[in-house]
């Protein structure tokens, strides 16, 4: 099993430019997060699919939108990327929202916006 | 407002001591509490679990405390080794939320050291 696996690793965007993080989990999750991890911020989350077919915005949604293409994959999308999206991206996936069962984590997605 | 926040952003310890990291929060009613570590470069991986009526859990050398009385969770690693060396999160699941938040809430993490 390889767990939650996010692409790219790494990428450099110039502001107005456009991406997506894709994400992909093969341990039958119901549940998968976006969150961004800053110096001095902390984990903050961006969105959340509670179950396919369901998404939410979570702490920081502006600037982002997602897509909950099925019960594995959940992307993440910039449509215009600014300099206050340069961060590191990790998605993440749970059996059950708010159920206090372990979240597993991507290995992150470092993002440069220039 | 709400808050979680662990006291300490280092903590640099010897080898062979038992390492205390602290994360408290206001304003809220945890119905679970987590710790995980983090290894540079790396996600966060999960350590332990704690519910809002249990007062101590273990798994290994590791020790988790609950207090909701004063509001704050003890993280201990008994015998601590330099592999232990990690920022550590704490993160809370609130039982009373009712806004579409999702799931855990995270601190903003201690980083540990453990010198041999």
């Known amino acids: 099993n390889a767990g939650v696996t996010q692409t790219p690793k790494f990428q450099v965007l110039k502001t107005g430019q456009s991406m997506t993080l894709q994400c992909a989990q093969d341990?039958?999750?119901?549940?998968m997060y976006w969150y961004r991890q800053d110096p001095g911020m902390g984990l903050r989350l961006i969105y959340y699919?509670?179950?396919?077919?369901?998404?939410d915005k979570g702490e920081v949604p502006n600037g982002y939108n997602v897509s909950r293409l099925n019960k594995r994959e959940f992307s993440l999308r910039l449509e215009s990327a600014a300099p206050s999206q340069t961060s590191v991206y990790f998605c993440?996936?749970?059996?059950?929202?708010?159920?206090?069962?372990?979240?597993?984590f991507g290995e992150g997605s470092w993002l440069t916006v220039v | 407002s709400q808050k979680i926040e662990q006291n300490s952003e280092a903590l640099n310890i010897q080898e062979g001591k038992t390492a205390t990291l602290t994360c408290n929060y206001t304003?809220?009613?945890?119905?679970?509490l987590q710790w995980y570590r983090q290894d540079p470069g790396r996600g966060p991986v999960f350590l332990l679990l704690?519910?809002?009526?249990?007062k101590e859990k273990r798994k290994e050398r590791l020790k988790v405390t609950f207090d909701t009385t004063l509001k704050q969770s003890l993280f201990h690693i008994t015998a601590s080794q330099p592999a232990d060396s990690a920022t550590y999160l704490c993160?809370?699941?609130?039982?009373?939320?009712?806004?579409?938040?999702?799931?855990?809430?995270f601190g903003k993490g201690t980083k540990l050291s453990v010198k041999p």
């Open positions: 304003n809220y009613s945890p119905a679970y």
């Open positions: 993160a809370l699941i609130p039982s009373n939320y009712g806004g579409s938040q999702g799931n855990l809430i």
């Open positions: 699919s509670a179950s396919e077919g369901t998404t």
């Open positions: 993440a996936s749970s059996v059950k929202l708010r159920s206090g069962n372990t979240i597993y």
């Open positions: 704690i519910r809002e009526n249990e």
């Open positions: 341990m039958n999750h119901n549940s």
